[in-house]
């Protein structure tokens, strides 16, 4: 962060020789990112932060009157809000996903992720479009099954999209299976990837690409 910052001072912020270094440098990061998600490099934006991350693609899908959000209780306040607004805008329903009341050891995972799989099975609706869970939960730490939602998602007849909140498991835990596997998959870089403020990504499935 300190070499980068250094060789724009030197280039000039607002010249013409700093932008094939800034592209460079922001390409490599893109690719970067990318490898850690184990998605392909198009399939990834830099972002300003998580919430950016998360919001900018949700209100880009395709919605109409009457669909439904699937929110879990453990989501964060500001991704909350944005979907109660976008919600509002849009005429759409808002249900609850229970997941807050498992919390599970590691030796334990596989009665949360059963616990789940089970709460979601109660929630989705036959117009449920976008389902938001977070892959570890911000106030309980727990993890979350997302290749397994995400696989569960497919078979329902709408194929809700997938909306992950990753900013307590980029660069904490192995992350790739759960990236590949949403469709919305947003973290920030100054957490545990010890990156610098400002820096988040998204890595977007090939379905909410062409949504978006």
Same mark, same amino acid.
């Given at each position: 962060?300190? @070499?980068?910052?250094?060789? &724009?001072?030197?280039?000039? +912020?607002? @010249?013409? !020789?700093?932008? +094939?270094?800034?592209?460079?440098?922001?390409?490599?990061? %893109? *690719?970067?990112?990318?490898?850690?998600?184990?998605?392909? +490099?198009? %399939?990834?934006?830099?972002?300003?932060?998580?919430?950016?991350?998360?919001?900018?693609?949700? /209100?880009?899908?395709?919605?109409?009157?009457?669909?439904?959000?699937?929110?879990?209780?453990?989501?964060?306040?500001?991704? &909350?809000?944005?979907?109660?607004?976008?919600? %509002?805008?849009?005429?759409?329903? $808002?249900?609850?996903? +229970?997941?807050?009341?498992?919390?599970?050891? %590691?030796?334990?995972?596989?009665?949360?992720?059963?616990?789940?799989?089970?709460?979601?099975?109660?929630?989705?609706?036959?117009?449920?479009?976008?389902?938001?869970?977070?892959?570890?939960? /911000?106030?309980?730490?727990?993890?979350?099954?997302? *290749?397994?939602? *995400?696989?569960?998602?497919?078979?329902? !007849?709408?194929?809700?999209?997938?909306?992950?909140?990753?900013?307590?498991?980029?660069?904490?835990?192995? $992350?790739?299976?759960?990236?590949?596997?949403?469709?919305?998959?947003?973290?920030?870089?100054?957490?545990?990837?010890?990156?610098?403020?400002?820096?988040?990504? $998204?890595?977007?499935?090939?379905?909410?690409? &062409?949504?978006?």
């Amino acid at each position: 962060m300190t @070499t980068s910052w250094q060789r &724009i001072q030197e280039l000039g +912020p607002f @010249t013409t !020789d700093v932008w +094939p270094y800034i592209s460079v440098e922001t390409n490599k990061t %893109r *690719a970067l990112l990318a490898r850690m998600c184990g998605v392909a +490099p198009h %399939r990834l934006a830099l972002t300003e932060n998580v919430t950016s991350g998360c919001l900018l693609p949700l /209100w880009g899908l395709p919605f109409e009157a009457g669909d439904r959000l699937l929110i879990s209780d453990c989501e964060h306040p500001g991704v &909350i809000a944005a979907c109660h607004e976008l919600a %509002r805008r849009e005429n759409l329903e $808002v249900d609850n996903l +229970p997941v807050q009341h498992l919390r599970q050891g %590691r030796e334990a995972q596989h009665e949360t992720d059963a616990g789940v799989l089970q709460a979601l099975n109660g929630a989705l609706k036959p117009r449920t479009r976008v389902v938001v869970l977070s892959h570890l939960l /911000w106030n309980t730490g727990q993890l979350m099954p997302i *290749a397994e939602v *995400a696989d569960h998602l497919r078979q329902h !007849d709408q194929q809700p999209f997938l909306l992950v909140d990753a900013a307590q498991s980029m660069g904490q835990i192995p $992350v790739q299976a759960a990236a590949a596997a949403s469709d919305i998959y947003a973290f920030t870089g100054h957490k545990w990837c010890f990156g610098p403020e400002g820096l988040g990504g $998204v890595a977007l499935s090939q379905l909410s690409l &062409i949504h978006i």
